[in-house]
């Protein structure tokens, strides 16, 4: 995934999430993200709850209006979230468990970001599941399975 972060949008900021949520194939699958460029304090730093991948998958909801379907069912501290600065030529390595979310761009620069997950096959609960864009019947379904009641 190249993601492109414009300045001053809030309407496809990535509210706090857990990769996993949206594949929920592999139980020990990693994310690989990097910046395609320099990233700045200003353009907003990829925001983590550190160990909080050890808390398995959370509940998530609905959002309603968003460019992003899913967002935490319960709300955590603002003093739980760390920034995370990644060099230009650094590679950040994570669980697809780990709670996280973007850091809003206020400069006046495009971010650009790339994201490479990796599911471990050997570890799938459906080895058939579809690895493209539209969500398989199987990750509908287990979506559904995991959806905080309103």
């Given at each position: 995934i190249l993601r492109l972060d414009r300045p001053q949008d809030t309407f496809h900021k990535t509210p706090p999430h857990q990769d996993f949520w949206f594949s929920l194939l592999s139980p020990n699958a990693i994310t690989f993200w990097f910046p395609a460029g320099e990233i700045v304090a200003e353009m907003g730093f990829l925001e983590v709850i550190s160990g909080s991948h050890?808390?398995?998958i959370v509940r998530f909801r609905r959002q309603a209006d968003s460019?992003?379907?899913y967002t935490l069912a319960q709300d955590r501290l603002e003093s739980e979230w760390r920034q995370v600065e990644v060099p230009?030529?650094?590679?950040?390595?994570?669980s697809q468990m780990l709670i996280h979310r973007s850091?809003?761009?206020?400069s006046a620069h495009t971010r650009m970001s790339v994201?490479?997950?990796y599911n471990d096959v050997a570890s799938m609960n459906v080895p058939d599941a579809s690895?493209?864009?539209k969500h398989s019947a199987h990750v509908i379904q287990a979506q559904a399975d995991h959806v905080a009641a309103p």
């Open positions: 050890r808390e398995g460019g992003n379907p230009k030529d650094g590679i950040l390595t994570f850091g809003h761009n206020q994201q490479v997950r690895y493209v864009v």
